[in-house]
């Protein structure tokens, strides 16, 4: 009898693949979605009117105007939006920052803007404000649950909820100014 020629037998190996990518954890998906969901609240993205739509083709001659029984104008409201705004982004990023006295420093003197250019600068500060407190919370580096540093036990998140809570207030508020005006869709 001859010698069987033993050999082994054959492995049979998957072919190659490319290296995949980590799978990302269900904590980074949640806090993504978070992040986008906060982004739509900030924007007024839903079931209601947004900034723009409220104050968009306010005739100038209306940004003054009182309506009986009713303790603010359009102008006031948006200086209102726009100092309440930029007093929260700049609590929630500059531990030097020192609010307004409450409430006068939230408020404007006046009825009505001096002039159109004021009205379009509050327009664009507020907008502005808005994309920055946007960019605060879409950034992944900062953890929307930390206490602020500088704070009383505020978060991100708290502050971000609380710009789309008092602006959605506010601009239904405007809203119903510009009905009692008939000056709304």
């Known amino acids: 009898m001859g010698t069987r020629m033993r050999t082994k037998p054959k492995v ?6 490319k290296p995949r990518a980590a799978k990302k954890s269900s904590s980074d998906s949640k806090d993504g979605a978070l992040r986008k969901h906060l982004i739509e609240l900030l924007r007024s993205r839903g079931a209601h009117a947004d900034f723009d739509e409220a104050i968009d083709g306010l005739p100038e001659g209306l940004r003054g105007a009182r309506v009986k029984e009713v303790p603010f104008t359009a102008w006031k409201l948006l200086e209102h939006l726009r100092l309440a705004q930029w007093d929260i982004l700049e609590f929630s990023r500059n531990p030097k920052h020192k609010s307004p006295q409450w409430p006068e420093g939230y408020w404007p003197e006046g009825d009505a803007p001096p002039n159109a250019a004021a009205w379009d600068a509050s327009v664009a500060a507020f907008r502005r404000d808005l994309a920055e407190m946007e ?3 879409n950034d992944p580096s900062n953890d929307l649950f930390a206490p602020i540093p500088h704070g009383q036990g505020q978060t991100l998140l708290r502050e971000a909820l609380l710009v789309a809570d008092h602006n959605s207030y506010h601009v239904g508020q405007l809203i119903l100014l510009r009905r009692a ?3 709304w869709k």
């Open 135 to 137: 960019k605060l919370v």
């Open 181 to 183: 005006l008939g000056a």
């Open 12 to 17: 049979k190996t998957k072919p190659k693949s």
